[in-house]
């Protein structure tokens, strides 16, 4: 089992910065890529951005892309979500999730963290 803990949410203004952090412990060797995913209210949850575990593979979903930034530190098993230029539409509940080795699903998820960005 992996256990995933994020934390960073918060309230900011239009234009400002937030960086989410996704604590990860358990069998922590069985992971292949960490993402996060948000989900606004009323709407689907959708993919953000996502990270290989080992190598450099990194993605981004379009509306973030240029915004947002993945990175990790394997040594203290924590990835990392550096967002700026937040704007109103990228409010949502935020939720780390992690993919094990040989498997195409995000099996692990974390209880999420609330991000809400005021015009």
């Known amino acids: 089992q992996v256990q995933l803990v994020e934390s960073g949410g918060g309230l900011v203004q239009a234009g400002g910065s937030l960086r989410l952090s996704c604590a990860a412990s358990g069998r922590t060797f069985t992971i292949y890529r960490m993402g996060w995913f948000r989900q606004a209210p009323g709407k689907e949850r959708e993919f953000v951005a996502s990270?290989?575990?080992?190598?450099?593979?990194?993605w981004y979903a379009g509306s973030v892309k240029g915004r947002f930034t993945i990175s990790r530190d394997n040594a203290k098993n924590t990835v990392y979500l550096q967002m700026n230029s937040l704007k109103p539409e990228d409010t949502a509940v935020y939720y780390c999730?992690?993919?094990?080795?040989?498997?195409?699903?995000?099996?692990?998820w974390g209880q999420g963290t609330q991000v809400t960005v005021s015009s």
């Open positions: 999730a992690a993919r094990s080795s040989g498997t195409n699903v995000y099996d692990y």
């Open positions: 990270i290989n575990w080992s190598d450099v593979g990194i």
